[in-house]
Structures are given as C-alpha cells and as structure tokens.
C-alpha cells in the first residue's frame, strides 16, 4: 500500500524567509501528486499539482513544488513566507489506476510576522 | 461555478446515536469521497462513490455506511455514535473516478460533529 511522510510536523519560520516542506511516497509506479493547504478555519484548497511533463510546477501564492521520480519526492517551496501563510500544508499522493488518495500527516506552518 | 457544499456545519450528537451528513459535489462531477479528519489522525479515507457506486472503502468499521443518488450528491452515515468519531468529516468531489489518469479532488469545508 501506498504511504506519504511529511519531514516536518510544525515549522515556524520569520516572514520573508524561504519555505522547504519536505514529502516522500512510497509507491514505485505512475503517481499523481499534490499540495493542499488548509488556512485557520478554512477548508482544504489544491495549492498545486503533478501529472506529468516537467516536474517543477507552479501553483497558487508563489509557490512550486518539485518531483524528483528517483528520490519519491515532492517538496513545496516558496522563496519568500507572509504571514498569510501559516496554514497546514497537506501532500497527497493518488496512484494511477487502483489506489485511492492517500494523504500525508500534514505539516503546520507558523509565520511570525 | 459553485463548490463542494456540505450540510451540517457542526452537529453534536450523544453516545449510540445516529447522524447523517451531506455532500453536494460541483457541478458535473460524479465521484464523491469522504474522509474523516483528525488531530491524531489526519485526514483518513473512509470512502469512495461514483455513479452511485461504492468504489473504494478504508479501514473503517461497518457503522460507517454512504450512499451516492443519481444527482450525485451523496450522503454518509455513522450509527452507533462512539467518543472516538468526533472529528472533522470531508467531502470531495472529482469529475471521474479517483482512481484515473490525472483526477483532482476538490474538497468542502467539512462537517464537524462531537460526540458527547
């Protein structure tokens, strides 16, 4: 079965300072990847995500995430944090054909302001 | 176009009752997952509908039942409520199944219930 680990459980950070999330699967075929974000009282939103094609990919608010097949990789960066921000950031992984979404513990990010 | 639509909001429910919630996915999409989502826990996949189908189910016991109508929308069901379900439950709706090639789901902004 497929399975996503988050590096970091809570990371806090100054604005202005660059962002690196970490998420790893485990799963060795085709994959499909994403980022969400869940703002203080909001609802889940797709920040990003990867099909195919070139593996850095942009989404929302400045930030990208890169898929690196050989290390089942997909961290999300961002160069400059605001405080808007702070948030949990969810990876999830769907593998094609046969699997479900499977969803990584998830990281909280605080921004000082 | 409107998004995932989820009804109730918050509902607090007693030990050994029973609840129903609601999902309206966006418009044109057939399929509908539900996860439940907890501090301890994160977000779990529960299950699965598409064209009012159960496709997919997680690891959860039979209290935990859905059903999907012809309009799509879909409704999930808990009895025999226990401490433990307190939780945050989503809704996401994808045009296709989740399982094809390149589907995004796009998720409401969930039903919190406790249960006293």
């Known amino acids: 079965a497929q399975s996503v680990s988050q590096h970091n459980h809570h990371v806090i950070l100054s604005e202005a300072a660059s962002l690196e999330l970490g998420c790893n699967y485990s799963y060795g075929g085709t994959v499909n990847l994403f980022w969400y974000v869940q703002y203080p009282g909001q609802h889940l939103q797709l920040l990003l995500k990867y099909f195919s094609g070139d593996p850095l990919v942009k989404g929302i608010k400045g930030f990208e995430a890169e898929f690196i097949k050989s290390k089942f990789s997909f961290n999300l960066r961002k160069p400059s944090v605001q405080w808007s921000d702070t948030a949990e950031y969810f990876c999830a992984v769907n593998a094609n054909y046969g699997q479900n979404f499977v969803f990584g513990p998830g990281t909280r990010l605080s921004v000082l302001p | 176009k409107a998004g995932v639509t989820q009804t109730p909001r918050y509902l607090i429910k007693t030990r050994g009752q029973q609840v129903t919630l609601s999902c309206s996915p966006i418009?044109?999409?057939?399929?509908v997952s539900w996860y439940q989502q907890t501090p301890g826990q994160g977000l779990q996949f529960l299950f699965e509908?598409?064209?009012?189908?159960?496709?997919n189910k997680g690891n959860f016991p039979g209290r935990f039942s859905g059903r999907q109508f012809s309009n799509s929308r879909s409704e999930m069901n808990v009895s025999t409520l226990e401490l433990g379900d307190s939780a945050l439950y989503l809704c996401a709706s994808s045009r296709n199944a989740i399982q094809g090639v390149g589907e995004t789901q796009y998720f409401g902004p969930g039903t919190r219930l406790l249960v006293l």
């Open positions: 509908y598409f064209s009012e189908t159960q496709r």
């Open positions: 418009s044109g999409h057939r399929s």
